[in-house]
T-cell receptor
Framework: QKEVEQNSGPLSVPEGAIASLNCTYS??????FFWYRQYSGKSPELIMS????GDKEDGRFTAQLNKASQYVSLLIRDSQPSDSATYLC????????????FGIGTKLQVIP | EAGVTQFPSHSVIEKGQTVTLRCDPI?????LYWYRRVMGKEIKFLLH????????ESGMPNNRFLAERTGGTYSTLKVQPAELEDSGVYFC??????????FGPGTRLTVL
């Protein structure tokens, strides 16, 4: 079982719709979760972090965490073509180390 | 504020040759990380420096890879001798605040 699992997509949504990106993780002790956005040929960019169960909203983005189910998601409301990118779920390593374990990323395509 | 920079952006070498990748972190960031993405796979952690010290090198594939960070500023990652399976995109990231890592644009390495 992979440590961080994501569907690689592509996920296609029409402009203005809600895009829902999902991620599961294997380490039940994980405390922090991140979403990175990566445009084609560019570097990953941290867009959301979440540490507690529930929802965290930032503009059009909402991160959702359910530690009991080991599930974290990212919702993008009013999707725009500029949101088309690969979204990487990331979980920091344990034991006091700062390395981050990434999922393979979900490619999102927002259709105008 | 300048971001993380990496040099070169692309490198094409023959199997058996040596390549050195360079990363300049954001000024003042003590933490520096190297990651690698092989085509079709997840971004994988290689190692983590705190200033000039290696904090965690658990992700280094083998002894053909040597990372240094003399003086705690820029870092180099040398691959010697390069093998075909070393091809991929090598990302560098830096952080000051724990877990908030800023990524560079990456070096795309192709070993022929």
């Amino acid at each position: 079982q992979k440590e961080v699992e994501q569907n690689s997509g592509p996920l296609s949504v029409p402009e203005g719709a809600i895009a829902s990106l999902n991620c599961t993780y294997s380490d039940r002790g994980s405390q922090s979760f991140f979403w990175y956005r990566q445009y084609s040929g560019k570097s990953p960019e941290l867009i959301m972090s979440i540490y507690s169960n529930g929802d965290k909203e930032d503009g059009r983005f909402t991160a959702q965490l359910n530690k009991a189910s080991q599930y974290v998601s990212l919702l993008i409301r009013d999707s725009q073509p500029s949101d088309s990118a690969t979204y990487l779920c990331a979980v920091p390593g344990g034991g006091g180390y700062q390395k981050v374990t990434f999922g393979i990323g979900t490619k999102l395509q927002v259709i105008p | 504020e300048a971001g993380v920079t990496q040099f070169p952006s692309h490198s094409v070498i023959e199997k058996g040759q040596t390549v050195t990748l360079r990363c300049d972190p954001i000024s003042g960031h003590d933490n520096l990380y190297w990651y690698r993405r092989v085509m079709g796979k997840e971004i994988k952690f290689l190692l983590h420096f705190v200033k000039e010290s290696k904090q965690d090198e658990s992700g280094m594939p083998n002894n053909r890879f040597l990372a240094e960070r003399t003086g705690g500023t820029y870092s180099t990652l040398k691959v010697q001798p390069a093998e075909l399976e070393d091809s991929g995109v090598y990302f560098c990231a830096s952080s000051q605040v724990i877990y908030e890592q800023f990524f560079g644009p990456g070096t795309r390495l192709t070993v022929l």
